[in-house]
């Protein structure tokens, strides 16, 4: 397990850009999968993107082609950059890893005009 802080949200209007950040506090290499996830409200965290160690990526349908998972294993972190955002990207935005570590405090994301 490691800790994870999620960084880079904020305010932007529809068909913006953000790229948000996912610090580890160790090393990313050991872990087959990493994710980013979002939560409205109560409801159901949903996955959006994952990248696995060779660096293959999977996106829901709602994002492809506006968003790029990536990671810096060097650096510990994995990114997620956000383009054309939409209104209904309004969330809490998550990392984590797979084996599970636990949930950090996530970051706003807020698509508004």
């Known amino acids: 397990q490691v800790q994870l802080v999620e960084s880079g949200g904020g305010l932007v209007q529809p068909g913006g850009s953000l790229r948000l950040s996912c610090a580890a506090s160790g090393s990313i290499l050991s872990f087959s999968v990493m994710g980013w996830y979002r939560q409205v409200g109560t409801n159901q965290r949903e996955c959006v993107a994952t990248i696995d160690r060779g660096g293959s990526t999977a996106y829901v349908d709602s994002v492809k082609g506006r968003f790029t998972i990536s990671r810096d294993n060097a650096k510990r972190t994995v990114y997620l950059q956000m383009n054309n955002l939409k209104p209904e990207d309004t969330a809490v935005y998550y990392c984590?890893?797979?084996?599970?570590?636990?949930w950090g405090q996530g970051t706003q994301v807020t698509v508004s005009s």
């Open positions: 984590n890893t797979t084996p599970r570590s636990p």
